[in-house]
């Protein structure tokens, strides 16, 4: 989302009566807890130390991905990464089937039946689980 677009809407909050304002938050919040996958980013991007290509901890911002993903420049090697790279949610066009993958997985249940629920192909089921 453009920061444009985000500085309407918080415009448009200030307008806001203290009721729906509350419902406002409740959406927030509800929003928020159901992006698992925007959860695991904003974590990791708390955490990048280093460049994943040269392990060099000098590095700047370099603008950011199509979605919006803070983006990285190695001041050593010149590569650029975000806080995904080098992760299975790197390039993922699904990533937010893939944290249901997993958790499916891990509660053994077969890839005939996560790719049903998740509604992916059983080879998708089967690439991710190597
Ligand atoms: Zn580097």
Redesign the pocket.
């Known amino acids: 989302m453009k920061n444009i677009a985000l500085d309407s809407i918080l415009q448009l909050i200030l307008s806001l009566n203290y009721v729906d304002t509350k419902r406002l938050n409740s959406s927030v919040k509800q929003k928020l807890d159901s992006d698992i996958v925007g959860k695991v980013i904003a974590e990791r991007e708390d955490i990048v130390s280093e460049?994943p290509?040269?392990?060099?901890p000098e590095?700047v911002k370099h603008g950011v991905t199509a979605k919006g993903i803070q983006r990285y420049r190695?001041k050593?090697?010149k590569?650029t990464f975000c806080s995904l790279t080098k992760t299975p949610l790197y390039k993922m066009r699904k990533q937010d089937k893939w944290l249901s993958y997993v958790s499916m997985m891990w509660d053994g249940i077969t890839l005939r039946k996560i790719a049903k629920t998740l509604n992916i192909s059983l080879r998708t089921a089967f690439f991710w689980r190597h």
């Open positions: 460049c290509h040269c392990h060099s590095f190695c050593e090697c590569k």
